[in-house]
């Protein structure tokens, strides 16, 4: 709240950034067709760290302390072809960033470190490598300024003479430390257990719906598939691969030890997802277990994080049946959780109700209720333990 960069290196910056920015609360619907710059450090970018962010939405920034190598300049390339914007920031009109130019769809000059006639000349120089690029003034403190590059052609201004940084305040989701480190521990064995990835993953909400919206960028970048939502988890772990797991808790995990204790709302999200988990596999709806698990653990995603329901649902993996049940409160899974919610309430008589009209007794769902609130009482609570 400082309003100043951290003490952090650029590589923790850039993946706290993408994992709070489009993994963790998203801002809403106003904000979805705006377009966000990102900076990339060498080695974040030639580990393939760009490729999981959503290519509609994202401006991938190589800074000006990267090294214009090889290694470098293919990245650069995939990225382009797999439909990425890039821009150079703080561009130092260093003819070394020749291979590049072609390569790049903006660039950004800044005008404190350089004069106009010196930017002026390189963009003359270079008229043919850059015919296709759009250039930007950054660090822009006047309205002369302004005026001088906007008469240079320059399409995009940011600075101080428009706004000064405004930090912005939000709900973020937040991880049990446990079991973030225990999904690190099982990611990075030499044989990963996929049916022990996706029961971490399943005991942590905040880990749960990042991962969705994860596996959303992925399947969009690589296929150009915006519908992704008849998946389990066990579906979307297996899809991913060990590789995007791995990419995937170094996104979400490494950026967020915070500690921080299991509070009572995400436990009832536990209970509830189990609870619904089992109720559908004493149904005639068994064949939706994974969804009910889904509808419980996420059923009051909207109380933590203080935004509509339908606005969240859009931006994670979900089947119609998980939609109709959150959004439109209809079908047999929402049904589950109005179960679940009288029984969190005691409201005996009405439970009983609903159980009779899903066919079961009342001891068996206060069996079932029991087995729910075990297994969520089984899981460690964040911190040191």
């Not at 002026?120 to 490598?129: A, E, F, P, W």
Request: with cysteine.
């Amino acid at each position: 709240m400082t309003n100043r960069f951290p003490d952090i290196s650029p590589e923790q910056a850039t993946s706290q950034l993408i994992e709070e920015q489009f993994f963790g609360a998203p801002l809403g619907r106003k904000d979805e067709q705006t377009s966000v710059y990102v900076n990339f450090p060498h080695p974040l970018l030639v580990a393939g760290l760009a490729e999981t962010l959503p290519k509609n939405r994202a401006v991938i920034e190589i800074l000006e302390t990267a090294e214009p190598n090889r290694a470098l300049l293919e990245t650069v390339k995939r990225l382009q072809t797999m439909g990425f914007r890039l821009a150079l920031d703080d561009f130092s009109l260093n003819d070394a960033w020749d291979p590049f130019l072609p390569w790049v769809n903006i660039i950004k000059f800044d005008v404190q470190k350089n004069s106009p006639e010196e930017i002026g000349d390189y963009i003359s120089r270079h008229q043919m490598l850059l015919k296709h690029t759009v250039f930007l003034a950054e660090k822009v403190e006047t309205f002369a300024e302004f005026e001088i590059y906007k008469k240079m052609n320059f399409q995009l201004f940011q600075g101080y003479f428009f706004s000064k940084p405004v930090v912005q305040k939000r709900n973020k989701l937040m991880h049990n430390r446990v079991f973030a480190l225990k999904l690190m521990q099982e990611v990075n064995v030499e044989s990963p257990n996929l049916n022990r990835i996706e029961e971490l993953l399943k005991r942590d909400v905040s880990l749960s719906f990042k991962i969705m919206r994860y596996a959303q960028n992925i399947l969009y970048n690589t296929r150009g598939i915006t519908g992704f939502r008849n998946q389990s988890l066990r579906d979307i772990v297996v899809y991913l691969g060990i590789n995007e797991l791995r990419r995937f808790v170094l996104v979400a995990c490494l950026t967020s030890f915070e500690t921080v204790k299991t509070t009572e709302i995400y436990y009832l999200s536990l209970i509830r997802a189990k609870f619904c988990e089992l109720i559908a596999s004493r149904t005639a709806a068994h064949l939706l277990s994974n969804e009910a698990f889904m509808v419980g653990l996420f059923s009051l995603l909207d109380v933590i994080l203080e935004m509509p329901l339908d606005e969240l649902i859009a931006q994670i993996a979900v089947s119609p049946e998980v939609i109709s049940a959150l959004q439109h409160q209809s079908g047999v899974l929402w049904q589950y959780v109005c179960l679940a919610r009288l029984y969190e309430t005691r409201r005996w008589e009405e439970a009983s109700e609903m159980a009779s009209l899903l066919g079961l007794s009342d001891a068996l769902v206060t069996e079932m209720m029991q087995q729910a609130t075990k297994w969520a009482d089984e899981l460690p609570v964040g911190g040191d333990k």
